[in-house]
């Protein structure tokens, strides 16, 4: 099994940062892509940024210049950088990561984590 766990999260006045980290163990062979997402309140769930293995990196629009996001392959952790947080990026943020178990596993399997609560006041 895979274990996917975030941590970082908090409560922060908006304008200032927040990093988050999550952290993927268990039987991994190798981790392709990984990406955050978030639910705001009363909302559905929304990609928030993606990378793949080798660093590409996307995000949605209202992230966009103020988010980063990036990865350790060696530690099989992908990262948030989030800057000038703003009320509306108020959600709980999970991380979403595609799992190879072994050499032969060609299709891998999609983990999610429990999620992190970040908190942006006016």
């Known amino acids: 099994q895979v274990q996917l766990v975030e941590s970082g999260g908090g409560a922060v006045q908006a304008g200032r940062s927040l990093s988050l980290s999550c952290v993927a163990s268990g039987s991994i062979y190798s981790v392709g892509p990984m990406a955050w997402y978030r639910q705001p309140p009363g909302k559905e769930r929304e990609v928030v940024a993606t990378?793949?293995?080798?660093?590409?990196?996307d995000y949605v629009d209202s992230v966009a210049g103020r988010f980063a996001i990036s990865r350790d392959n060696t530690r099989n952790t992908v990262y948030l950088q989030m800057n000038s947080l703003k009320p509306e990026d108020t959600a709980v943020y999970y991380c979403?990561?595609?799992?190879?178990?072994?050499?032969?596993?060609?299709?891998?399997?999609?983990?999610w984590g429990k999620g992190t609560l970040v908190t942006v006041s006016s």
């Open positions: 990378i793949a293995r080798a660093g590409n990196d």
């Open positions: 979403h990561a595609k799992v190879y178990s072994s050499w032969f596993d060609n299709d891998g399997k999609i983990y």
